[in-house]
């Protein structure tokens, strides 16, 4: 070990599309939500993480929508988070070794994004690995279950991932998260029913819809919670029809009858909607598995992977 090794910290960044997530000597150290605000006056960062400023006249910038959208900004909120937490004032600057977490569908250009950001934020070594791989360790069942389909089912996506024998063999993603079913509902209600909803009544709304009843009332209006679910019927239709897209690439594998049998796996903070999970589920068709944790899993695995980085050294990148 060279003396500048003393100086270096690994750090875990999981840049979601909602929360960026910070691991550092095994402890999760930032987790805050994936924003900044600009002041317009001055074009300078005002506030990031949940100190963004969400009064006008800032601008909110949120830079990862399932890949980095905004280089700049991801750097600034990145470079932040971890100056911020670890406090850095040592005399000799601490350089850092960093793995991140990407989804399996980026492209060559968005990993050197990640990569890039890395280094601008003061990474000497970078390492990545694809999101679920990180989550199948993380729920401790890539190499214990090895054939299974892993459903991340996030704010901002829905990505498939077809694993056998502990290795990814068939991904599929589509940009429908649980944003994206809130939205859907806010324009409906508001273009049918004259109402705005918050964010929160929204989020509210779509865990709870099941347990509804028949009507929904909300400030003195009364709307069909049959009229709900059909706003969100086609919504489900468009993923189900990738999940089965997913799987027919690997139809001929050799274990797919295993695949099969075990299951969905379900991670990503969506899986805490149990009617949606089993809505996915190719309507209860497939057996499905609900992570106990997550919103973690992915954090839990890079954990995992930097105490043991030799071990999973076939499913990092550089």
């Not at 990640?114 to 934020?121: F, N, T, V």
């Not at 989550?135 to 090895?146: N, T």
Request: with cysteine; proline share 4%.
């Amino acid at each position: 070990m060279g003396l500048l090794d003393f100086f270096t910290k690994t750090i875990g960044v999981d840049p979601g599309s909602q929360n960026l997530r910070l691991i550092h000597n095994n402890e999760l150290i930032f987790n805050e939500t994936a924003e900044l605000s600009i002041d317009p006056t001055t074009n300078q960062i005002s506030g990031f993480g949940n100190q963004t400023i969400h009064t006008e006249p800032y601008k909110i910038i949120k830079p990862v929508n399932t890949v980095i959208a905004d280089f700049h900004g991801f750097e600034h909120l990145l470079r932040g988070s971890i100056l911020k937490v670890l406090n850095e004032r040592s005399w000799l600057p601490s350089s850092h070794r960093m793995y991140f977490s990407l989804p399996m569908s980026a492209t060559e250009v968005e990993k050197r994004a990640y990569r890039d950001s890395g280094e601008h934020a003061g990474a000497k070594e970078v390492y990545m690995i694809h999101q679920p791989c990180s989550s199948a360790i993380g729920m401790g069942i890539l190499f214990e279950k090895k054939d299974f389909v892993l459903v991340d089912f996030s704010a901002s996506k829905v990505e498939i991932t077809v694993f056998a024998n502990s290795l990814p063999i068939a991904e599929g993603a589509i940009r429908i998260g649980t944003w994206k079913l809130q939205h859907a509902l806010r324009n409906y209600i508001f273009r049918t029913h004259h109402l705005s909803l918050a964010n929160e009544q929204l989020e509210t709304l779509l865990f709870d819809l099941p347990k509804l009843g028949t009507e929904y009332q909300i400030e003195h209006k009364t709307i069909k919670t049959d009229e709900l679910r059909q706003v969100l019927n086609p919504y489900f239709t468009i993923i189900e029809d990738q999940i089965l897209e997913t799987l027919e690439q690997v139809g001929n594998h050799q274990r797919i009858n295993q695949i099969i049998l075990n299951g969905f796996q379900f991670t990503g903070g969506g899986a805490y909607v149990n009617w949606l999970t089993q809505k996915i589920a190719l309507n209860g068709k497939m057996n499905t598995t609900v992570s106990s944790n997550p919103l973690l899993d992915n954090i839990n695995g890079l954990k995992k992977v930097i105490l043991n980085p030799e071990h999973f050294r076939d499913y990092l990148m550089t």
